[in-house]
């Protein structure tokens, strides 16, 4: 789904950077996502929101005690 119109950004693609750890403000910088009319600023804060980075793609969850796993060779 196209959040931004202006700028053509997904949403996937603002959940990709998300995920990666970035906050609203360094999306924006990044894929320039709301700096234009603006409208599409709250759905997008929304969809990093809702996308935390807590959770960030390349994180490994011990499946037991929920801890991050340390690599194999650590
Ligand atoms: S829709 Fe995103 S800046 Fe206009």
């Known amino acids: ?4 119109v202006c ?13 990666a750890g970035m906050g609203f403000d360094e999306i924006q ?3 320039g996502v709301a700096t234009q009319c603006g409208c599409c600023e709250e ?5 990093v929101a809702q996308c935390s ?4 793609v390349a994180a490994i969850h011990n499946t037991l005690t929920g801890a991050p796993s340390l ?3 650590a």
């Open 53 to 56: 980075a807590s959770e960030p």
């Open 7 to 19: 700028r053509r950004i997904s949403d996937r693609e603002i959940t990709r950077h998300a995920r």
């Open 43 to 47: 759905t997008a804060r929304d969809v």
């Open 71 to 73: 690599p194999a060779h």
């Open 1 to 4: 789904m196209i959040v931004c």
């Open 29 to 31: 910088f990044e894929l």
